[in-house]
């Protein structure tokens, strides 16, 4: 597949289905709140045990950070955040069925899978191989989409829980997300310019061209990928994860 005729370059339609994506996700994620108290006068449930079935999903989901992480590297990043949006919208649809804690605590541990593959980092590693400059601004647009998934989709919950009940909005985030996020996942993003015959983008002045030269100065020019013994040897690993976990 080739799309070097466009006039637009490629990447930021990459660009615009990212963020569609995290914005669908994030908002979805955000809006687990707005349920807490419509589940618990329905169930006869305390806000502990909601809460907890929430907290799970968190732990999980940072546990499995590192799985996400070699998914992304040995196979198609694309595909592994495709999965982790597949497996969200899926909960959401089956959280309205649950008749006991057990099988709600079951489904955000599942739950928990989709959130740890459809965000974050596995994102920012697409990004960052379209983008060798702008990167910043670009991450920070994706980001930022997030942020505006959950000032729109929190309301929007809130919304179909006065039309509706708690059960037809989370019909609606699973739909949005399976419906709407992955098929323009699925049709837009590409996990690296060269599957589609493109360069990624750089300062003008720099070619990108795969000359030999290129070749040779690619590692002082744009950095590549560390093994992991080389990342936890580096200072800037060891700050990087302390301000993770600050």
């Not at 908002?27 to 589940?39: H, T, Y």
């Amino acid at each position: 597949m080739q799309l070097t005729r466009s006039k637009i370059f490629y990447g930021w339609f990459v660009v615009a289905g990212t963020a569609l994506v995290t914005f669908g996700v994030s908002g979805a994620q955000f809006s687990f709140g707005v349920f807490l108290k419509p589940m618990t006068d329905e169930f006869g449930w305390t806000r502990a045990d909601l809460s907890l079935a929430f907290g799970i999903t968190l732990m999980i989901s940072g546990l499995l950070r590192p799985a996400a992480g070699y998914l992304a590297d040995r196979y198609s990043p694309k595909m592994v955040v495709m999965a982790g949006v597949a497996i969200m919208g899926a909960m959401f649809l089956l959280i309205p069925l649950v008749q006991n804690r057990a099988q709600l605590y079951a489904v955000f541990a599942v739950l928990a899978i989709g959130v740890t593959l459809g965000v974050g980092p596995i994102l920012t590693k697409i990004i960052s191989s379209w983008f060798y400059t702008n990167r910043g601004a670009v991450l920070g647009f994706i980001y930022g989409a997030g942020s505006i998934g959950g000032m729109v989709l929190v309301p929007g919950s809130s919304l179909f829980l006065v039309l509706a009940d708690w059960k037809v909005a989370y019909w609606f985030l699973g739909l949005m997300l399976l419906v709407v996020m992955l098929p323009i996942g699925l049709v837009l993003i590409k996990n690296q310019p060269q599957d589609v015959g493109l360069q990624p983008l750089v300062e003008p002045t720099v070619s990108t061209e795969p000359t030999e030269s290129a070749s040779n100065d690619r590692e002082t020019l744009f950095g590549r990928d560390a093994t992991f013994r080389e990342a936890v040897a580096t200072p800037f690993f060891a700050k990087l994860t302390f301000g993770y976990f600050v």
